[in-house]
């Protein structure tokens, strides 16, 4: 079993920067893919990047692409999406997952998720 904790989340102005850490007990997150995802009141859960599992290979959504950068430190069991020049359409509970599965964006191949953290950009 993998326990995820998010924190970092809270109330920033458009443009401003945030860091969401991810933080996991139980097992190593060296054997797992991370994603990050968001989901936003009335919406369906959309994903947001992921990062392979040393760290070479991240991918993300159009929407935050050149805006959002996800890094891992294994030997701290930690994962973080930095967010720059936020915006109001960013505004979600943000959460992290676990996968088992190589270069999946989809919500159902990741199996340990974490309770999620809010993030409000005001306008």
């Known amino acids: 079993q993998v326990q995820l904790v998010e924190s970092g989340g809270g109330l920033v102005q458009a443009g401003g920067s945030l860091r969401l850490s991810c933080a996991a007990s139980?097992?190593?997150?060296?054997?797992?893919?991370m994603g990050w995802f968001r989901q936003a009141p009335g919406k369906e859960r959309e994903f947001v990047g992921r990062?392979?599992?040393?760290?070479?290979?991240?991918s993300y959504a159009d929407s935050v692409k050149g805006r959002f950068t996800i890094s891992r430190d294994n030997a701290k069991n930690t994962v973080y999406l930095h967010m720059d020049v936020l915006k109001p359409e960013d505004t979600a509970v943000y959460y992290c997952?676990?996968?088992?599965?190589?270069?999946?964006?989809?919500?159902?191949?990741?199996?340990?998720w974490g309770q999620g953290t809010q993030v409000t950009v005001s306008s």
């Open positions: 990062i392979s599992t040393r760290g070479g290979t991240t």
């Open positions: 139980g097992r190593s997150l060296s054997n797992y893919g």
């Open positions: 997952a676990a996968t088992p599965f190589m270069n999946t964006n989809q919500p159902r191949d990741y199996g340990y």
